[in-house]
Each structure stands twice: as structure tokens, then as C-alpha cells.
């Protein structure tokens, strides 16, 4: 559980780094999981002890969402006046993430070896 927590925060700090170093346009968590997934292609697959470490901190996710509903809350004002704005920014990119996950699932199973003869 050590060494899988370890790979994951070192990710995570290669990440920030990159962003950093690199000034790219994204946050470091978000460079930090873009490398560990490239590690986890490279591999062909997670290490047993870093998915375990990313199953047990999973179980806990709800609880990294406590920040930012007390952020909600303590910015009411600000939701009343662009709320509208928020909600149909989050309908766009909730519908842009469905349709490009839809084609990513349907270009990977065209390219898997059991569903060569099957088309979706």
C-alpha cells in the first residue's frame, strides 16, 4: 500500500513539476495523471500495489468533494448572480465528455482483437 501511494503522489508532484517547468495551460494534478497514465500504457497495465493504493484512497472520494461544496456555500452570492452561466457551462462540457467518451469506446472496441468481427 506504501509503494503504490508513493507512485501515485510522485505522479503527482512529476506532474506539478511538468506544469510548472513546461508553463503548461493545465493544473499539475491533471499533468500528473496524464503521465501515470502514460506509465500505465507502457506497462500494459497497473502495478498490483498502485491500484490497490488507488482503490482504497477511491473509497474515500466522497470526502474530497466536502471542499467544494462548503465553497458553494460560502459564494451563494456569486451563484445567484452567474448561476445561470455555471449550469449551462457544466450541461456543455458534461455533454461534451459523454460524446467524446461514446467515440473513444467505439474507436477501442474496433480496435480490440474480440470485436474485429462485430460492428457497433
Do not use: N
Not at 495551460?25 to 507502457?42: A, D, F, K, N, Y
Not at 473509497?59 to 452570492?77: C, H, I, N, T, W
Amino acid at each position: 500500500m506504501l509503494y503504490g501511494l508513493a507512485v501515485i503522489l510522485g505522479f503527482l508532484v512529476a506532474g506539478e513539476a511538468a506544469s510548472d517547468f513546461l508553463h503548461l495551460p493545465l493544473p499539475g494534478t491533471v499533468s500528473g495523471m496524464v503521465l501515470l497514465l502514460i506509465w500505465c500504457l507502457i506497462r500494459k497495465g497497473a502495478d498490483e500495489r498502485t491500484a490497490q493504493a488507488a482503490t482504497g484512497l477511491l473509497r474515500y472520494l466522497g470526502l474530497f468533494f466536502l471542499p467544494a461544496g462548503a465553497g458553494v456555500m460560502e459564494l451563494s452570492g456569486l451563484l445567484r448572480q452567474e448561476g445561470v452561466a455555471m449550469v449551462a457551462v457544466l450541461v456543455v462540457s458534461t455533454l461534451v465528455t459523454l460524446l467524446v467518451t461514446a467515440l473513444m469506446l467505439v474507436w477501442l472496441l474496433k480496435r480490440h482483437p474480440a470485436h474485429k468481427d462485430e460492428t457497433p
